[in-house]
Nanobody, 124 residues
Framework: VQLQASGGGLVQTGGSLRLSCAAP????????MGWFRQAPGKEREFVTG????????YYAGSVKGRFTISRENAKNTIYLQMNSLQPEDTAVYYC??????????????????WGQGTQVTVSS
């Protein structure tokens, strides 16, 4: 299963970016999709996720109120709207998917499917 992520780039502090991630057909329709990120020298961390069946969303504390995850069923695509970006948001962002929801959705270990990563750089 190939996840296609796009939308990264360079933005100034306070700016916005939108990432998207497309899944083939309805692979994750009963499961979960989301985003992790990894900054240089740091461990990969959970950013946000969405439960496909009911639209329940989950956020890391560091992005709550600034980032919004959404889904578009017809396109099997999720979006990550990132507002009020800060230099500490600079990282490679990875789209992830699970065929079934997992209670440990915030752990990178439970994901079988990863996108190729897209770079987000926030300049100060």
């Amino acid at each position: 299963v190939q996840l296609q992520a796009s939308g990264g780039g360079l933005v100034q502090t306070g700016g916005s970016l939108r990432l998207s991630c497309a899944a083939p057909e309805r692979t994750f329709s009963g499961g979960f999709m989301g985003w992790f990120r990894q900054a240089p020298g740091k461990e990969r961390e959970f950013v946000t996720g969405i439960r496909w069946s009911n639209g329940a969303t989950y956020y890391a504390g560091s992005v709550k109120g600034r980032f919004t995850i959404s889904r578009e069923n017809a396109k099997n695509t999720i979006y990550l709207q990132m507002n009020s970006l800060q230099p500490e948001d600079t990282a490679v962002y990875y789209c992830v998917g699970r065929i079934r929801h997992h209670v440990l959705y915030y752990s990178a270990d439970v994901y079988n499917y990863w996108g190729q990563g897209t770079q987000v750089t926030v300049s100060s």
